[in-house]
């Protein structure tokens, strides 16, 4: 081959390459910026349904740039300079497409949005949502668009659909889609949008359903019975979800209620005692918690989510010493006086209360949650078990387990159950009944207190916190046998179901005195409550 041929093939082929790298690197800029100077002006400036045209035509090529502006949007940040798009952000101005750093002149024109503007800028940007890399922000973005579904953004849903690889997203943006399309002029459209969102058992989809029956709304005879149909449908699942939740909030509220009677089992099941300052010792464990939450946030801001696993045991100590105290100095010249026992706690209880108001004052103070106990287990979609009520479960039979295993297996237990079946035996064996009073009055109301930190987590923390779980602590220690631990879970657990059931049909108010008229009831067919206490007792 001659040299000037092979030169000309050289050259040749060197332009094909550079031809190609042109090519590739204009198809990149162009994708990479989607969003031109003239497309960021259209959307900045004009009539509003000029910048919800450009809006829309931005919106299905995804774009880095088009977030930040519509951020800047929603916040008044934009400006104009001639056909220029500016964002200005704290006196500086960047270029809206490039980004780059821009002069800002004297004289430039607000980009003012009126709240149909803002809405459709909110709009835009959970579209934008919808292909972003996190699972969570494509969630949300689901969420928002539910707000304003219309056929116009169906390419946008569909173009989502086809890259979704989540289940319950990919789910969801089929719901969505189909709510779109229920609006639809056609009417196997609607049908089919229709049967779609009949099986989603969501309320939301009811309620849009719901809608569309409305007079005026839906007009075809044919739709409107599928409407009613999906309703039907829907409504069948949405009442087990209230079912399941009527009974875990039950069984949340039996644990709270047998863990606060626990220690009342011990105090007033075992030792006899009717000590109407428990409510206030569960306070006291309550106050415990928050002093140790204002601890950690002040003096160890990055373990505040740990803050609980301190509070657990110090609010057991605390209540513990002040039970201690209460028993080595009053309660323990009043054994076998109920009466006066009774009238002496229930002004200790005045004066505990008064003591909190005095140091922490009248209104109630905050407890937060942990990070790791906030939100929930979503299981249907009208029922969501929140993580603080899942634990206190957890936690109460916890509480319960280790406490049976000392009043069982340890030494300090036999000596418990000894002193409480015969007090002159027990002493004739050595056992120095006084102490193990103290020991045990302490223990009780040490788990009254376990039992104010575990309430700090779902309620309110105030001077009257333990008023509301008095009686229905002795209620519970009653029904379920006096010295009977197994009796104080059955009976919590089952008043707390009991009373959220009564709840539905008849308000808190009437299930309340329902459920006290069934245990007068149950106690006189069975003095001894569920469980008898077995064995031989001093007054056998």
């Not at 209620?257 to 075992?270: D, K, P, Q, R, S």
């Not at 027990?426 to 040490?446: K, P, Q, S």
């Not at 309620?459 to 229905?472: A, E, F, R, S, T």
Request: charged share 15%; hydrophobic share 50%.
């Amino acid at each position: 081959m001659k040299p000037n041929a092979t030169l000309r093939n050289t050259i040749r082929s060197a332009a094909v390459v550079a031809l190609a790298l042109a090519l590739a690197l204009t198809l990149t800029l162009s994708i990479a910026h989607a969003l031109t100077p003239e497309s960021a002006l259209a959307i900045a400036v004009g009539e509003n349904d000029d910048r919800i045209k450009a809006l829309a035509t931005a919106v299905d090529k995804p774009d880095p740039e088009l977030s930040r502006l519509l951020d800047a949007l929603l916040n008044d940040s934009v400006k104009i300079v001639g056909n220029k798009v500016l964002i200005v952000t704290d006196g500086k101005a960047i270029d809206a497409i490039s980004g780059a750093d821009a002069p800002l002149p004297a004289a430039v024109e607000d980009v003012v949005n009126n709240n149909r503007m803002r809405s459709e800028i909110d709009g835009a940007k959970a579209s934008l949502g919808l292909f972003s890399n996190n699972n969570t922000e494509r969630n949300n973005a689901i969420t928002e668009l539910k707000k304003s579904a219309d056929e116009s953004k169906l390419p946008l849903i569909d173009k989502a659909l086809a890259q979704e690889i989540d289940v319950s997203l990919k789910a969801k943006l089929e719901q969505l889609r189909a709510a779109m399309l229920i609006t639809s002029t056609d009417k196997p459209t609607r049908l089919a949008a229709v049967a779609a969102l009949t099986g989603s058992g969501q309320p939301s989809v009811r309620s849009l359903m719901q809608e569309r029956l409305n007079v005026g709304v839906e007009t075809d005879a044919e739709v409107r019975a599928a409407l009613s149909a999906g309703i039907k449908a829907i409504d069948g699942k949405l009442v087990w979800g209230e079912r399941l939740g009527v009974v875990f909030t039950g069984i949340s509220l039996g644990s709270i209620l047998f863990l606060v009677a626990l220690g009342l089992a011990i105090t007033y099941g075992l030792m006899g005692v009717i000590n109407m300052a428990h409510g206030e010792l569960l306070m006291i464990g309550a106050y415990a918690t928050y002093l140790v939450q204002n601890l950690f946030r002040k003096y160890l801001p990055g373990a505040f989510d740990y803050y609980i696993i301190a509070a657990i045991p110090l609010s057991f100590l605390a209540a513990a010493l002040v039970g201690a105290i209460l028993e080595r100095t009053v309660i323990r010249w009043l054994y076998g006086r109920p009466l006066e026992t009774l009238l002496a706690t229930w002004g200790i209880s005045l004066m505990l209360i008064q003591l909190v108001r005095t140091f922490f004052g009248a209104q109630n103070v905050p407890v937060e949650n942990p990070s790791w106990l906030s939100g929930g287990i979503d299981v249907m979609a009208n029922l969501t078990l929140p993580y603080n009520r899942i634990a206190i479960i957890f936690f109460a039979f916890f509480v319960l387990a280790g406490v049976s295993l000392l009043i069982t297996k340890t030494r300090l237990g036999l000596f418990v159950r000894g002193v409480t079946q015969n007090r002159s035996m027990a002493a004739c064996m050595g056992v120095n009944t006084a102490r193990i009073d103290t020991y045990a009055f302490a223990l009780g109301a040490g788990i009254a207190g376990l039992a104010g930190c575990a309430l700090s987590q779902v309620g309110n923390v105030g001077p009257d916190l333990g008023q509301g779980y008095i009686v229905d602590s002795f209620m519970v220690v009653v029904l379920g046998g006096v010295g009977q631990l197994a009796g104080t879970v059955y009976a919590g657990l089952g008043l707390g179901v009991l009373n959220k059931l009564l709840e539905g049909w008849t308000g808190a108010v009437l299930a309340k005195i329902i459920v006290l008229v069934f245990i007068v009831v149950f106690i006189q067919r069975r003095p001894q409550g569920i469980f008898a206490l077995k064995g031989r007792s001093a007054e056998a």
